[in-house]
């Protein structure tokens, strides 16, 4: 009982001059990178309707659409880094103070995510006049505003708004609230047996589409949720220590982590669209899931010297990237539309038409994300990062 209380209370005071524990691994900020930029594939490439192409244009077209398929496969790499990430400060946090702090772990995470996400949700309330298909119903606004978005996609459908990302932040937010109670509670033997068990038991439960509430469409944003158990899993077995792996070494896991995704892809969704038989879907989420720890590992024991700091500096704004990318594409898109370079989808695409899409929208678009969330980091994010930090225990990387 005693324990229970100090854990929901500041830790002790530090003594004797001694710095406070860090944990900062400038690496994983260019994974945050990586995989912001497979979501934004996967939201910013054309439709692609790849049996209407033929020759040439047949094969572009199926290049485009398995990088796009392939892109939904960073929402599930962003889950595994944060539940890695915050099952180590977890650990480190107890090591270092004999307690898992409640109150300050979700003071930092409110004081991290709200500001920006909210703001974000004021966007999607404020542009709804602009475009019919903006409008966010009632029960769409207060599942934003009460990070449950996710489970309203899973049981109704996806709401074709810019904002539309954020439901991957209602996947986090729960996962905030249940996973430091979980860890304070159980043992790490416990926790280990009871991560294990839900990642078999999600994708069965998940795949068996006929039994479940959720839409054929949807099943994948449950499916998705296997990744908090498993970096939870990497966090608790991995040596902290172990020397940093060669260039060579990281390229060759990164790209055959990359060949896991196309391949599971292939396996679970062999038309680019619906899913394959339960069985056959199975095995090709396991597989996309085997990449993704692959990927994870390459950039987790990669030599921190060998990336250049822009790419560690994009990272560390990746949140803002991923809130605005779409907000961005959709103002890039209108724009190119009304001056005769919009992009057509379907079956009306031309070489014309991709060459425009490849050297105007995508780069503008890019382009426009880095420097709006450069901008949102600086004058809106950094001041409450700088409180958060005062609720730090474990240290992590410098604002």
Not at 40 to 56: K, R, T, Y
Not at 194 to 213: D, F, G, N
Not at 311 to 333: E, M, N, P, R
Request: proline share 6%; glycine share 6%.
């Amino acid at each position: 009982m005693s324990e229970s209380v100090v854990s929901m209370t500041l830790p002790p005071a530090k003594t004797g001059g001694a710095k406070p524990p860090k944990f900062y691994m400038p690496q994983l900020d260019v994974m945050r990178f990586f995989a912001f930029l497979s979501v934004f594939f996967l939201h910013c490439l054309p439709a692609v309707d790849v049996s209407s192409h033929v020759g040439g244009a047949r094969i572009v077209a199926l290049f485009a659409k398995t990088i796009e398929s392939t892109g939904r496969n960073g929402v599930g790499l962003f889950f595994l880094l944060s539940s890695y990430l915050i099952t180590e400060l977890l650990a480190r946090e107890r090591k270092a103070t004999g307690a898992i702090h409640l109150k300050m772990f979700y003071m930092r995470r409110i004081l991290r995510i709200w500001p920006l996400y909210y703001f974000v949700v004021l966007i999607g309330l404020l542009i709804q006049p602009l475009n019919k298909e903006y409008h966010l119903t009632l029960p769409v606004i207060l599942s934003f505003l009460f990070f449950v978005n996710n489970w309203h996609v899973v049981l109704y459908k996806f709401i074709w708004s810019p904002i539309l990302p954020l439901w991957t932040v209602s996947a986090e937010e729960q996962f905030y609230l249940i996973w430091p109670f979980a860890m304070w509670k159980f043992s790490r033997r416990t926790m280990l047996w009871l991560c294990s068990i839900a990642i078999v038991v999600i994708p069965l439960i998940t795949y068996r589409t006929t039994s479940t509430p959720w839409r054929t469409e949807t099943t994948e944003l449950v499916a998705t949720l296997l990744f908090f158990p498993l970096g939870g899993i990497l966090s608790m077995v991995l040596k902290p220590k172990v020397s940093p792996s060669t260039l060579l070494k990281f390229w060759a896991l990164f790209f055959l982590g990359l060949v896991c995704w196309i391949v599971g892809g292939i396996c679970s969704q062999p038309n680019g669209d619906l899913l394959a038989s339960p069985p056959q879907t199975l095995l090709g989420k396991a597989i996309i899931a085997v990449g993704t720890v692959i990927i994870f590992m390459a950039f987790l024991r990669s030599n921190p010297a060998i990336w250049p700091q822009p790419l560690v500096y994009l990272g560390k704004i990746s949140f803002g990237l991923y809130v605005y990318h779409h907000l961005v594409y959709d103002l890039v898109a209108a724009l190119t539309k009304s001056i005769g370079l919009g992009v057509q989808t379907g079956r009306n695409h031309s070489l014309y038409n991709v060459l425009i899409f490849g050297l105007v929208v995508l780069p503008v678009t890019l382009l426009g994300t880095i420097g709006v969330s450069a901008l949102s980091y600086r004058y809106l994010e950094t001041p409450f990062l700088r409180l958060k930090d005062r609720f730090a225990v474990v240290h992590s990387r410098d604002i």
